[in-house]
């Protein structure tokens, strides 16, 4: 399985990027769908992730109230809306899915966000 993550850029604060993680396919062990992002000198932090086969997602306080995350079945991918941008925000984001939250089996080359005051 193959994920390709889009979307990235550079924003204003208080500006939204919409990203994207295209799947070659679905299977069981792409049940979980999470989005990671790694700063240089930050902890990696899973932002938001979706339970693909019931649609339940969890945003992390970070992201509460500006980022969601959703899917589309019929593309097969999963999007990660961020709204109300911050300098913090910027990261490299990362796409991964397993079959168990936190246990990620296929992984994205990652997507650029450098959000500027």
């Known amino acids: 399985v193959q994920l390709v993550e889009s979307g990235g850029g550079s924003v204003q604060a208080g500006g939204s990027l919409r990203l994207s993680c295209e799947a070659s396919?679905?299977?069981?062990?792409?049940?979980?769908v999470g989005w990671i992002r790694q700063a240089p000198g930050k902890e990696r932090e899973r932002v938001a992730h979706i339970y693909r086969p019931s649609g339940n997602s969890y945003t992390a306080d970070s992201g509460k109230g500006r980022f969601t995350i959703s899917q589309n079945n019929a593309k097969n991918t999963i999007y990660l809306q961020m709204d109300s941008l911050k300098p913090e925000d910027t990261a490299m984001y990362y796409c991964?899915?397993?079959?168990?939250?936190?246990?990620?089996?296929?992984w994205g080359q990652g997507t650029q966000v450098t959000v500027s005051s």
């Open positions: 991964m899915a397993g079959r168990w939250l936190d246990e990620w089996k296929y």
């Open positions: 396919a679905y299977v069981s062990d792409t049940n979980y």
